[in-house]
């Protein structure tokens, strides 16, 4: 006897799941085994990430975007080491950051000195263990004209409460920051990848997961595609092979690991003006929405 499903049976895919399993599957399991927590990993990471990722990275002119809407507080979630939060702080009245790692928020607070930006409350928590009366508080009493998220969502749980939580703290607008796709991979750095860990490169969820996942909370968001790029001065090539070694977790390469490894990346340098740059770009997704009611 065949089985008989009701007209309205709908097949629907735990998005969510599917999500968390594809990043710690990726890289979140091998952070947290080599440092035991994420958080951990971040704090040992803090300085390298600022001075060989943010520093030169073009993140940072997102903020044109953001700023369209005149916001006069700002929410950061996952701020890390204040790639918006400098800029917003310059423009805002006052910007309120989440960040669970100690280092990172260290060095934000070491960077909002020196500038003398007395407008950024930093605070070290999880965005899962926030509060949202007490997010409110922290905006005497006010919800925030822009709640903003860079690539923290890869360690983000429980994305259903956690993206209605943005909704409610927001009176403005919500913007994430993610990248693009998992399958959107270099295939040089495939075979590179597979060369040095004897594993095909893992792939992990794109954004279309959390544009799902936004729809299944009643929120109907934008989407606009950004090219991320990294224009990173170095001395030579074997500079950054140094970096990828370390970047990598390898003690130890062979010479046709090494010599792959240099190839990989004399494609990436880039001689401008007598100076080597290290150059990449790939896309990442805005995704973003206007909370309702809002007259921003």
Not at 113 to 118: C, G, V
Not at 187 to 198: A, G, I, P, Q, V
Request: hydrophobic share 35%; aromatic share 10%; glycine share 6%.
């Amino acid at each position: 006897m065949s089985k008989i499903y009701s007209p309205d049976y709908q097949l629907r895919p735990d998005w969510a799941k599917m999500w968390e399993k594809g990043v710690r599957e990726a890289w979140a399991n091998d952070m947290m085994i080599k440092y035991g927590s994420i958080r951990q990993a971040w704090d040992n990471y803090a300085e390298k990430y600022e001075e060989d990722e943010i520093k030169y990275s073009n993140r940072a002119e997102l903020v044109n975007k953001i700023v369209e809407s005149k916001p006069d507080s700002v929410l950061d979630i996952g701020g890390g080491t204040g790639v918006f939060a400098i800029p917003l702080a310059r423009l805002a009245k006052r910007v309120v950051v989440l960040e669970p790692s100690k280092g990172m928020c260290d060095i934000l607070r070491e960077k909002a000195e020196k500038e003398q930006l007395d407008n950024i409350t930093v605070i070290q928590q999880k965005w899962e263990d926030a509060i949202e009366g007490e997010l409110i508080k922290e905006n005497n009493g006010n919800l925030f004209d822009v709640v903003v998220s860079s690539h923290s969502l890869y360690y983000i749980t429980n994305l259903h409460h956690s993206f209605l939580k943005m909704n409610n703290v927001a009176k403005g607008y919500v913007y994430l920051l993610i990248g693009y796709s998992g399958q959107d991979h270099d295939s040089h750095y495939e075979k590179l990848h597979l060369l040095l860990h004897k594993t095909h490169l893992p792939s992990y969820p794109d954004y279309s997961f959390l544009y799902m996942i936004l729809r299944e909370v009643g929120i109907e968001p934008n989407i606009e595609m950004i090219d991320a790029k990294i224009k990173m001065p170095i001395k030579d090539t074997e500079e950054m092979v140094g970096k990828w070694k370390e970047y990598l977790g390898l003690e130890e390469l062979s010479h046709q690991q090494k010599e792959a490894l240099r190839d990989y990346l004399s494609q990436k340098t880039r001689e401008i003006a007598g100076q080597s740059y290290y150059c990449d770009e790939r896309k990442n997704a805005l995704i973003y929405w206007r909370v309702k009611g809002s007259g921003a």
